[in-house]
């Protein structure tokens, strides 16, 4: 069974820092990139970072550039976001995506966890 369990969530204050996690099992988790997206309220799900199955490349949106950096341990099958400088704008649910493949893709996605920037 393929499953992927975000943690790490929670309330902080604006420039303040959380480390996600994405614990991931039931599928070759070495063999997939993985990525975090985010989707605050009322706006689509985004994009915030990918890295590769073996770590050597890793991409951030625009918005989250410079702040936030992702990482991953292939043996602990899990992926990491670390966010630091947290702005209100960050508030947001959370959710890891496993992606393998080009033309046959297998693609996972956890339930999210809810990160809110706030005095």
């Known amino acids: 069974q393929v499953q992927l369990v975000e943690s790490g969530g929670g309330l902080v204050q604006p420039g303040g820092s959380l480390k996600l996690s994405c614990a991931a099992s039931?599928?070759?988790?070495?063999?997939?990139?993985m990525s975090w997206y985010r989707q605050a309220p009322g706006k689509e799900r985004e994009l915030a970072a990918t890295?590769?199955?073996?770590?050597?490349?890793?991409n951030y949106a625009d918005s989250v550039k410079g702040r936030i950096i992702i990482s991953r341990d292939n043996a602990k099958n899990t992926v990491y976001l670390q966010m630091n400088s947290l702005k209100p704008e960050d508030t947001a649910v959370y959710y890891c995506?496993?992606?393998?493949?080009?033309?046959?893709?297998?693609?996972?996605w956890g339930q999210g966890t809810q990160v809110t920037v706030s005095s």
């Open positions: 890295i590769t199955s073996t770590a050597d490349s890793t």
């Open positions: 995506k496993a992606r393998r493949g080009v033309s046959v893709v297998y693609e996972y």
């Open positions: 039931g599928f070759a988790f070495s063999s997939y990139a």
